[in-house]
C-alpha cells in the first residue's frame, strides 16, 4: 500500500496530500471549468464515515507547478503532430527526448519493483 496513501495530517488535520496526483487532477479540474472549489470524497472503510474535504482553487499553484509542464508538453508534443499529421497519415507520433526519457525511467522502476 505504500505510495497510495493520499491523505496526511497537516497543522492537526486531515486533509489530500499536496503532492498526489489527485490533488493536481482536481487543480487541473478547476481551473479548466473555472470553477472554485470541489468536493474531495474518500471511502476507506464501512467501519469509518467519509473523508470529506472542500478544496478551493489554487491559482498560484495552477501558474507555478501545473501550467509550465502542461504548456511545455502542448508546444512540444501536441503543436507539432498537428502540424505534421502523422496520426492522420497513419504514422506514430514522435516523441520528444524527454518524454523517451520518462518512459525509459517508468519501464526501469516497473521492472524493478517485479
Not at 508546444?75 to 502540424?83: A, L, N, R
Not at 496520426?87 to 518512459?103: F, Q, R
Amino acid at each position: 500500500m505504500k505510495g497510495k496513501v493520499c491523505l496526511e495530517i497537516h497543522e492537526n488535520k486531515v486533509r489530500l496530500k499536496r503532492n498526489h496526483s489527485y490533488y493536481y487532477q482536481i487543480q487541473e479540474q478547476l481551473n479548466i471549468t473555472r470553477k472554485s472549489k470541489c468536493y474531495f470524497v474518500v471511502y476507506i472503510t464501512d467501519e469509518m464515515d467519509l473523508f470529506v474535504e472542500e478544496i478551493e482553487r489554487d491559482n498560484i499553484f495552477w501558474e507555478q507547478k501545473m501550467l509550465p509542464p502542461l504548456s511545455k508538453f502542448y508546444k512540444e508534443c501536441i503543436d507539432p503532430e498537428i502540424v505534421r499529421n502523422n496520426i492522420g497519415n497513419g504514422k506514430k507520433c514522435i516523441d520528444p527526448p524527454y518524454i523517451l526519457e520518462a518512459i525509459k525511467l517508468y519501464e526501469q522502476k516497473k521492472l524493478k519493483n517485479r
